[in-house]
């Protein structure tokens, strides 16, 4: 079997947070409206990976908790939404332009990691998240970083 591909992906806690994954157990990850981004989730997320849940525009910001890709790219049925806030006038159910990956909750940090500690890290210092201007709401992590930040999460 593959080894697990590491990623981290951005939710603002007040919009979708760990604890509402944790209470759902599923969620798709709708919404991306970044083209890279929609590439990592149709191209290369695959049944298996594994997440770091970053909570974004918070405070503090930092990663909450790990979930697992529970089902590769179906297409965002939010963009042909016309009530939905990411709606897309240009996505067609059978020309769809967006997609997103089905998440399950996996486990949440007993201590949640804030960005500043992921900064004090030296084995961390090539992470995505910390290089200026990186706003990418889902990035791709090496095993290393995402097993520094597990075992800052746990404690």
């Known amino acids: 079997m593959k080894s697990p591909r590491y990623w981290l992906m951005k939710s603002e806690p ?6 509402d994954l944790k209470a759902s157990k599923t969620s798709l990850w709708d919404g991306v409206r970044n083209y890279q981004a929609r590439n990592f989730m149709m191209n290369d997320m695959k049944v298996g990976d594994l997440v770091l849940f970053y909570h974004s525009n918070a405070k503090p ?3 909450a908790g790990v979930a697992v890709i529970s089902k590769e790219a179906v297409p965002d049925v939010t963009a ?3 009530k939905s806030k990411y709606y897309d006038p240009k996505a ?7 997609f997103c990956v ?8 007993k201590n949640f990691v804030s960005l500043d500690e992921l900064r004090d890290q030296k084995a961390l210092k090539e ?4 290089k200026r201007g990186q706003r990418l709401s889902i990035q791709p992590v090496t095993a290393k970083e995402f097993d ?4 800052l999460g746990s404690g």
């Open 148 to 151: 520094t930040v597990v075992k």
């Open 80 to 82: 042909q939404d016309e």
């Open 127 to 130: 992470m995505l998240v910390l």
């Open 92 to 98: 067609a159910p059978e020309k769809p332009i967006w």
């Open 61 to 63: 910001p930092g990663v």
């Open 102 to 109: 089905e998440v399950k909750f996996k486990s949440k940090f």
């Open 14 to 19: 007040d919009v979708f947070s760990i604890d």
